[in-house]
């Protein structure tokens, strides 16, 4: 039982993503933000625990590998575009960190399935702490609206600090996705032209 522990995290996030996002986007109970902010988090802690559980106990797997990365993504990217539905974050800022997250995902499982391994970087680590970051900001605004603190859900508004925070977190993103290309276009190479 104890080797599916790190998959079976991965896959609470993909299960707890469309709950997250049903109290977010469509419930009308009177708590719905906090219980939406609240299984974020949850989820989010999983990715915590599901990568050091597999390398800890030698328990990687193929899947996990591919579930992984892909639970994030699924997770963090569904939390952008509910945010721009709402009217709190940019669309053309949502679209390019997409873009980045769908192109290196795709790369990395093309090189996994060939057998290599993509160069990862700790400006990667950076981008995922930025973008929860932001995550959890939107979320602290929204609160302070729907429990009727506007005298400080007003300062977010005033200083553009979801706005640049936002911004932030894009260009990261951007350039992770750049950095990630430099460090393995060898290896890419190799791959797409058999050189």
């Not at 790369?107 to 400006?123: D, F, Q, V, W, Y």
Request: glycine share 4%; charged share 15%.
């Amino acid at each position: 039982m104890r080797k599916h522990i790190p998959n079976l995290l991965s896959l609470s996030r993909v299960i707890l993503t469309p709950v997250f996002l049903y109290f977010l986007l469509f419930s009308n109970h009177e708590h719905a933000k906090l219980i939406s902010a609240i299984i974020f988090t949850i989820a989010s802690i999983t990715d915590a625990f599901d990568g050091k559980i597999a390398r800890k106990y030698g328990l990687e797997t193929k899947l996990g590998v591919f579930l992984d990365p892909l639970a994030d993504k699924f997770l963090v990217l569904s939390a952008f575009f509910s945010f721009v539905f709402l009217g709190d974050v940019h669309l053309w800022m949502v679209i390019l960190i997409f873009l980045r997250d769908v192109i290196i995902t795709i790369l990395r499982m093309i090189m996994e399935a060939k057998g290599i391994t993509m160069i990862t970087s700790k400006a990667g680590k950076l981008k995922t702490l930025l973008q929860i970051v932001i995550i959890n900001v939107v979320f602290l605004y929204l609160l302070l609206k729907a429990y009727g603190f506007s005298e400080y859900s007003a300062y977010f508004e005033k200083y553009n600090i979801i706005y640049v925070l936002m911004l932030t977190t894009t260009l990261v993103t951007v350039y992770t996705g750049l950095h990630y290309f430099y460090y393995n276009h060898k290896k890419l190479k190799t791959i797409l032209f058999n050189k």
